[in-house]
């Protein structure tokens, strides 16, 4: 069973930074065996990809955070992180951490079989 804790959240203006961390434990290889992705949701929408990175350290991004978000993970922590700059208002969501194997499509969240809880970005203009 792998476990997922998110931290980093917080509340900043537009234009600002957060970076986000994903710890993984209850398997010691987490990050380095997995494809890890992470997701948001804002209220009254949909769950929406972010960014993921696989097992081999592939990445891929949403049209929406190209240029602005870097997702990158540390196997050795077992951690995932997301950098985000300059962020935006309509960037506000709880974010979400998830792991998967055997993912086919990395910024499907159905394929996924753990989560965190999340952690809240909030954006003020």
């Known amino acids: 069973q792998v476990q997922l804790v998110e931290s980093g959240g917080g509340s900043v203006q537009a234009g600002g930074s957060l970076r986000l961390s994903c710890a993984a434990s209850?398997?010691?290889?987490?990050?380095?065996?997995?494809?890890m992705g992470w997701f948001r949701q804002a209220p009254g929408k949909e769950r929406e990809a972010v960014a993921a990175i696989d097992s081999y350290g592939s990445i891929t991004y949403a049209e929406s955070v190209k240029g602005r978000f870097t997702v990158s993970k540390d196997n050795a922590k077992n951690t995932l992180y997301l950098q985000m700059n300059s962020l935006r208002p309509e960037d506000t969501a709880m974010y979400y951490c998830?792991?998967?194997?055997?993912?086919?499509?990395?910024?499907?969240?159905?394929?996924?079989?753990?989560w965190g809880q999340g952690t809240q970005v909030t954006v003020s203009s």
């Open positions: 209850g398997y010691t290889t987490t990050t380095s065996s997995y494809t």
């Open positions: 998830a792991a998967g194997r055997y993912i086919a499509t990395m910024l499907e969240d159905i394929e996924y079989s753990y």
